[in-house]
């Protein structure tokens, strides 16, 4: 039997990334989300418009996703309810949220250089993915469109470099990452859950995964038009 409900959030389960930016004065901003989804070198976050890493990000346009597994629970805790935002935002206040300049120091993290972007890394998490700004849309509804102050925020990035723990690569291949070690830190509905065994073989796990790589199908398509 279904019922119809009306949620206040839809966070059905994503894995939680920790986004560092860098602040205009030059120290470093680090934020927790879970926000995010991929596809082939892009991702799609989505942020509050009035948190300080959206701002970064756009400022900049450059951030790394640090992506924390699923026994780092206690450095995302550190993170939560603070905020860069300095004054808190009104809504942010009454939910308990407060002002921290220190985020690195705040979680515990290890800052490390990136390679291709100013941000910097967290040395902790095993999968670390240095991103470009691509383009951005308010996500204010129809009809609404002076009203986008208050509107969730969706920003595209590229990956341009990828840094993973060699404990999650499969031992045969040096560019794929082995999803029986990878155990992800996953939000769903404001609780922390991780991932279980696999549950069986999947038959999309038959298409060999650097098909995928971006490129490989457009050119796949012009030789079979030749």
Known sequence: MHKTIQPAILYFGTPVVLVSTLNEDGTANLAPMSSAWWLQDRCLLGFDPTSQSPRNLLHSGQCVLNLPSADQTALVNRLALTTGSDPVPPHKAMRGYRHDGAKFEAAGATPVPGECVAPPRVAECPVQLEAELEQSWSLAPRGQGAQTRAAP?????????????????LADEADRIDPDRWRPLIMSFQ?????????????????????YRPGRAMDAMRSATR
Do not use: C, M
Not at 153 to 169: G, S, W, Y
Not at 192 to 203: I, K, M, V
């Open 153 to 169: 925020l969706a920003i595209q990035v590229r990956i341009v470099r990828v840094h993973v723990d060699e404990h999650i690569l």
């Open 191 to 211: 609780q922390f859950y991780g991932l279980g065994p696999r549950l069986g073989e999947s038959r999309l796990a038959s298409v060999p995964e650097a098909s």
